[in-house]
């Protein structure tokens, strides 16, 4: 069941990211808000997967996991949060608008390399857990 909640969350995630201009799932004030909450919890899903093996050892690298986890996406928040101050909103649709005028790579390019080796650095991280729990 871990492996389904993360997912689920992952895809929970996709909701308030806007695929073109005016598609959206849902088009929320606070959206960058709920996409840091709710991938805050996928790390929940990783403790649950090591503590569901009963071995105290698989839990151990869980919290290992889990920990990581956490550092990236500090790292990741705080990139987020200079684009949000720019913007002025939460909103993931304005913050698109407000790149039609101004192009953030270029502005905040030492935030954006943090950004990619962080997510980078995430991604493979989960797929190490997922490579782990399928040899298991």
């Known amino acids: 069941m871990a492996p389904l909640f ?11 990211l806007p695929f073109t201009y005016g598609s959206v799932v849902s088009d929320a004030s606070l959206g960058v ?5 709710i991938s805050s ?3 929940y899903g990783i403790i649950i997967s090591g503590w569901s093996s009963n071995s105290k050892y698989s839990f151990l690298g869980a919290l290992r996991s889990a920990a990581q ?16 101050i720019c913007v002025g909103s939460l909103n993931f ?8 005028d101004n192009i953030f ?8 390399l943090m950004f990619f080796i962080s997510a ?3 991604t493979i991280e989960y797929l190490l857990i997922c490579q782990k729990q399928n040899q298991n």
Request: hydrophobic share 65%; aromatic share 22%; net charge negative.
């Open 105 to 112: 790579l270029f502005a905040f390019w030492p935030g954006f």
């Open 6 to 16: 993360t997912f689920g969350l992952s895809l929970l995630n996709w909701s308030v």
């Open 69 to 84: 986890f956490i550092s990236y996406e500090i790292v990741i928040a705080v990139t987020i949060m200079s684009v949000i």
């Open 41 to 43: 919890l996928s790390v």
């Open 33 to 37: 808000l709920f996409l840091f909450s």
């Open 93 to 100: 649709t304005t913050i698109i608008q407000f790149q039609y």
């Open 120 to 122: 980078l650095a995430e």
